[in-house]
């Protein structure tokens, strides 16, 4: 599992909806906010590809 203690969201989108509001949104999240169980850094990986489609 793969945890995120903090997103800067440096641009905000708009829209009607959440789901809307997320175009043009554009975002970083700092390493350090980022936790997990696997030391390989694969676990990570795995959620990003999975989370993007």
């Given at each position: 599992m793969v945890s995120l203690k903090k997103i800067n969201i440096t641009k905000a989108g708009e829209g009607n909806t959440a789901l809307e509001a997320?175009?043009?949104?554009?975002?970083?999240?700092?390493?350090?906010?980022?936790?997990?169980?696997?030391?390989?850094?694969?676990?990570?990986q795995k959620f990003w590809n999975s989370s993007l489609v």
């Amino acid at each position: 599992m793969v945890s995120l203690k903090k997103i800067n969201i440096t641009k905000a989108g708009e829209g009607n909806t959440a789901l809307e509001a997320l175009n043009g949104t554009e975002f970083s999240i700092p390493v350090s906010s980022l936790f997990t169980n696997d030391a390989t850094g694969t676990r990570i990986q795995k959620f990003w590809n999975s989370s993007l489609v």
